[in-house]
């Protein structure tokens, strides 16, 4: 797709948008139960292309993916209405009497730009947001999930609206030559690196951005916590979709003596989780290409292999592996992981790993192992991040009244639940004042002293 295929494909969807169809409530709620009975219909495809794209076991792709976006359908069509309703809010002494209010309104046509390592779910869970936003839209899979972004491209214009909503597929020129078009809103989901230049390319139209970014993730294991729940809860976090997750822990930090004890509770998590023969185990995904297999695997020097580090690149497999003995200036330190590498730092306590956390960009996440609340307290008040968890990893993507989303260099804006109808929608202030009585004429010249004392009292000032 070129510029001006590119630009034909926007201004249809503008017309559509501009005729006023996708905006009634039910044209919306018809949308969200079509895309749901798409994910019935054709889970076995889906669980197949995310099989063959990222060697991701059915179940973990049906509960990360197909369900995921399953419970944020239903949640969707059963909060929308409410959602959707005017929302009263107070008037001040001196603009009374009056009505005030605010709506949402959809923005217009919006443009979806999806990563590769939840293909599925972070391409169409942002679109369950801008179809209840009423929103025409146009939603780019990653060109690195080929068969998921065909099975997408395939299947949504037969049972979405297709005057409203459009696939396109491809990458870097076919998402740049959709970058030069003016939408709406953009809801990007990558790399900062990427990021930026989604940015700067929606600045020229003054189009608001939605970056759900990454960046590294931290856990802190406190001395005092049962260290085998804490194993397992991590293990999991990290070593799903082979480390391939945005808000997988990225990195360990304990006091020596509990990094010590962890170390080997990590690697017999692993053993109960995904056997010993991993190589053949079908419930472990893969990397998603060579390029990242090789920079994953040069990150395996940085320190030392506590356990697995095996690795076979014809397969593009990779063992769940921690590493002790991590150099702070190391790559490994430095970049995202994004992988199943699992360093355990060692810090002296707390506060030694919330200055690490600080001096680094704003996590996307923090999880914090400890029963401490001044502990806990400590890590809330002097850390940000996107979100801060205790005692688990990643699970907090499930509750959707929680705003999912990054600040700083992990991302701006969030979403899931009513947010994801907030960013595709401008929160349009309303205000209704009677004609009579004319109580505005206080405010009108002559500025005289009853006036003025009028006023100061209405004010209270
Ligand atoms: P990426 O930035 O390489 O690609 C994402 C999308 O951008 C793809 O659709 C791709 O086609 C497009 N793209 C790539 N290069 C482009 C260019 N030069 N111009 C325009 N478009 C371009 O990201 P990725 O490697 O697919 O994803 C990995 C990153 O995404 C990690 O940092 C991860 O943490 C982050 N991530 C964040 C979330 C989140 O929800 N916050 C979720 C998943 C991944």
Redesign the pocket.
């Known amino acids: 797709m070129g510029e001006q295929d590119a630009g034909r494909l926007v201004d249809g969807l503008r017309r559509t948008f501009d005729s006023g169809r996708t905006r009634p409530i039910a044209w919306r709620q018809r949308q969200l139960s079509r895309l749901d009975e798409l994910l019935k219909d054709h889970e076995d495809v889906f669980l197949a292309a995310l099989g063959s794209d990222l060697g991701k076991a059915p179940t973990e792709s049906f509960v990360t993916e197909v369900a995921f976006l399953r419970s944020e359908l239903a949640h969707a069509r059963r909060n929308l209405r409410r959602w959707l309703r005017p929302r009263r809010v107070p008037v001040p002494a001196v603009a009374m009497p009056a009505r005030a209010s605010t709506v949402l309104e959809p923005l217009g046509v919006a443009l979806i730009?999806?990563?590769?390592?939840?293909p599925l779910m972070?391409a169409l869970s942002p679109l369950i947001g801008a179809l209840a936003a009423g929103d025409a839209v146009i939603v780019?899979p990653?060109?690195?999930a080929p068969d998921t972004s065909r099975a997408i491209a395939d299947l949504l214009p037969r049972y979405l609206d297709p005057e409203a909503v459009a696939v396109v597929e491809g990458?870097?020129d076919e998402?740049?030559a959709l970058?030069a078009q003016r939408f709406d809103t953009i809801f990007y989901?990558?790399?900062g690196?990427?990021g930026r230049?989604?940015m700067e390319a929606a600045a020229k139209h003054l189009t608001p951005v939605t970056l759900?970014?990454?960046?590294k993730s931290p856990a802190y294991v406190d001395d005092a916590v049962d260290l085998r729940v804490v194993a397992r809860r991590l293990v999991w976090g990290k070593f799903i979709a082979a480390g391939q997750t945005?808000v997988a822990p990225d990195y360990i930090m304990a006091s020596p003596a509990t990094a010590r004890r962890l170390a080997p509770l990590l690697a017999d998590a692993v053993a109960e989780q995904y056997g010993t023969a991993i190589g053949d185990n079908s419930d472990y995904a893969r990397i998603v290409d060579e390029r990242q297999f090789d920079r994953l695997v040069s990150l395996l020097d940085d320190g030392t292999v506590a356990s697995g580090g095996r690795h076979d690149r014809t397969r593009l497999f990779i063992e769940p592996t921690v590493l002790t003995g991590v150099a702070p200036d190391s790559a490994v330190m430095h970049q995202?992981i994004?992988g199943p590498i699992l360093p355990v730092v060692e810090v002296t306590d707390a506060d030694d790993a919330i200055a690490r956390i600080t001096a680094g960009d704003k996590p996307?996440a923090l999880y914090v192992f400890s029963d401490d609340a001044e502990t806990r307290r400590r890590f809330v008040t002097r850390t940000s991040s996107g979100a801060i968890v205790f005692d688990a990893a990643v699970i907090h993507l499930s509750v959707p009244g929680l705003p999912f989303g990054?600040v700083g260099a992990s991302?701006m804006g969030g979403y899931h639940g009513r947010r994801s109808v907030e960013v595709f929608s401008h929160e349009k202030a309303l205000l209704s004042k009677p004609l009579t009585p004319d109580t505005l004429a206080l405010l009108r010249p002559p500025y005289t002293a009853k006036r003025i004392a009028i006023v100061r009292a209405l004010l209270g000032r």
């Open positions: 730009i999806a990563p590769w390592n939840y972070l780019k990653s060109e690195l990458g870097v998402t740049t970058l989901t990558g790399s690196r990427v230049i989604v759900e970014l990454g960046g945005c995202e994004f996307l990054g991302g």
